[in-house]
């Protein structure tokens, strides 16, 4: 397959990755912000679906509008002593946490924004026509190997 058709292929597929992320980015009433580490909870166990989960919660704190605020982050492996090992390396590295606030209300704050359903849609809605070109493409490729 010529060089050409490839390269035009990986464009239209990456259009409608383009726009998704455009319509976020427009869309977004998060700012980015840093949270550094506090405390960590004990490690925890329970059942989930039917098999063992051990966990933590890592608490982070950030400062907005000179006051302070806690969240936390849930850290969980199916395996103790893996959830052990990860327990003490946290403990021992003090990294800071890219968070999300909130615009509209500064205490709200998370650790991923939800974009909700909209830009997957768009996708959805975008990603057969790079997929049906590929398939035209493919054709008229195989029908030029034809006539020779």
Do not use: C
Request: proline fraction near 5%; avoid cysteine.
């Amino acid at each position: 397959m010529p060089f050409a058709s490839l390269a035009g292929i990986s464009v239209l597929i990456s259009i409608p990755v383009i726009l998704v992320m455009g319509h976020r980015a427009m869309t977004s009433d998060w700012v980015e912000s840093t949270a550094y580490s506090y405390d960590f909870s004990g490690m925890q166990d329970r059942l989930r679906n039917k098999a063992p989960e051990y966990f933590y919660n890592k608490i982070y704190y950030y400062l907005q509008n000179e006051d302070t605020i806690l969240i936390t982050e849930e850290v969980g492996f199916s395996e103790y002593d893996k959830a052990v090992s990860d327990l003490k390396r946290a403990k021992s590295s003090n990294v800071p946490m890219t968070i999300w606030i909130n615009n509209s209300n500064g205490d709200v704050s998370v650790v991923k924004p939800d974009d909700g359903w909209i830009p997957y849609l768009i996708t959805i809605l975008l990603l057969p026509f790079p997929l049906l070109y590929i398939r035209w493409l493919l054709l008229k490729y195989y029908e030029y190997e034809l006539e020779e």
